[in-house]
């Protein structure tokens, strides 16, 4: 274990690429260049609020000393450290957008440990050459929720960025939440964030952009040479690409399985390695809606609604495979992996739900059988995660009347037609599950693994964040520790509800805005 203070960052990156190394973050364009130096802003006083003791221990790092905390708040850079802003482009809302970079995240340098090499970044540290008309800094309400959720999304099994720190800094930022001219005063937060790589679709699409072939080949072999080294030899740029598709696809697939909806899928918040990134506007479904977007400014169009969710994977790697193209001297290569992607999503996806529903085999028939789950949660649109631990809960050896032992209180007021097409479809799942070659308890078993039990709603999140505001901490730290069991048997009953209906409604508890 070693303190933050004293660790030896690496610097590849920086060394591997042309940056821009005035340290000027005068906003502006920076053409050619990957990055832009950039030193943390420091804040008025630290305080740490939290700390990941999970991935402190897979990153070999000791509990923050006072030092090691004004560190994670941008007050000290150490000698080893070469701060940076990495600069990238995107495409947002359907729109390209030219060059946009990190804002408001500084990447401070490269942790090697045994478990591999991990970048850290302090999302919240002050401006960079890319804040454009912003200030570069977090309120501690997104920061929250970035660290809360990345830590849970972890502990679910789906691929994330992670957060190792949240500190508060003292200082207050103005923020116009709701976007009606009322800015309010807000405290800041900074949090450490930690991935093998912040690398995204549109770094890459921001070298094709500026026709900086060169460049964009050196970072691509990059890529492969650092990320995924078992692809050598020819075409392996080619190969790469099918694999970020694969791993797009199972990203896909794994937040329909929690019901996630990350709220602004726009290609620079799109990572290379698969993981979820950038946690914004986000939401966990409550009632199972494929129209449902968590975010206001995804509003009429609901273009990042859960639903659409897997085919604006597909979009973006288009935007990618375009930005690649560059490097080919025809486009049938990749069109041909950007095809791969319906085949995987769908095997993933089927793969996925077969286990949500205890099965061990998806054939035609489970086929049939999960679609028609879905048509009846789009109908009857439940609680989806409640819905799916009850499932388990459907006796499949048991010889007496299945859709008897499932009569949760909240399907109470389904209207007739509903209510048929519910219980004719429990009576048929009821017999597949008997029929198949999983015993009752391992199907149950499986299905428990599969479905959360514990998800961090948006209005847990939100009460928690009041009560930080307020100087309290009581429900924080219950999530911090639920988050860590989301496929318990037991425990935390309280968190397993449905969201209720004052915070259907209410600013914060259901839908968000990008203010943060
Ligand atoms: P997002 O979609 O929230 O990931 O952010 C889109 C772009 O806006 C990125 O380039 C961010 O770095 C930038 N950005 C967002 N908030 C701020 C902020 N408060 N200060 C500076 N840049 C920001
Ligand atoms: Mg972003």
Known sequence: MIAISEKEFENTFTKSFEGDDSGDR???????????????TPVAAPKLLAWSTDLAEKLEV???????????????????????????????????????????????GEWSTKNGIFELQLKGAGPTAYSRHADGRAVLRS??????????????GVPTTRALSLVSTGDNILRDMFYNGNPEYEPGAIVTRVAPSFLRFGNFELL????????????????????????????????????????????????????FVHGVMNTDNMSILGLTIDYGPFSFLDNYDHNFTPNTTDLPGRRYAFGNQPSIGYWNLGRLANALSLLF???????????????????????????????????????????????????????????????????????????????PSFYDNLEPQDEELFTALIADYYNMRKNSSLSEEESKKLMNLNNPRIILRNYL???????????????FLKLQEALKQPYSLAGFEELVAKRPEWAAKKAGCSMLSCSS
């Open 62 to 108: 000791k509990y923050p000393s006072q030092t090691d905390i004004e560190i994670l708040a941008g007050n000290k850079v150490t000698s080893s450290m070469v701060p940076y802003a990495a600069c990238y482009a995107g495409h947002q809302f359907g729109n390209w957008a030219g060059q946009l970079g990190d804002g408001r995240a500084i990447n401070l």
């Open 143 to 156: 920061s929250v929720r970035e660290y809360l959720m990345s830590e849970a999304m972890h502990h679910l």
């Open 461 to 475: 999140l939100h009460q928690a964040i009041e009560e930080l505001e307020k100087g309290e901490n009581m429900l």
């Open 26 to 40: 005068t906003p502006r364009q920076t053409p050619g260049k990957l990055y832009s130096r950039a030193a943390p």
């Open 208 to 259: 094709a952009a500026q026709r900086e072939t060169e460049k964009l080949r050196q970072l691509v072999n990059w890529t492969i040479d650092r990320y995924y080294p078992h692809l050598t030899g020819e075409e392996n740029i080619l190969k790469w690409f099918e694999e970020v598709v694969e791993k797009t696809a199972f990203l896909m697939s794994e937040w329909q399985r929690v019901g």
């Open 329 to 407: 001297e025809d486009t049938e290569g990749l069109e041909a992996a950007l095809g791969t992607y319906e085949k995987s999503f769908w095997d993933y996806y089927y793969g996925m739900m077969g286990r949500k529903l205890g099965f061990d085999k998806v054939g035609k028939k489970e086929k049939e059988l999960i679609s028609r789950f879905e048509k009846m949660l789009s109908v009857v649109q439940p609680d989806m995660t409640i819905f799916y631990r009850l499932l388990a809960d459907v006796p499949s050896e048991a010889a007496s009347e299945p859709v008897l032992h499932f009569q």
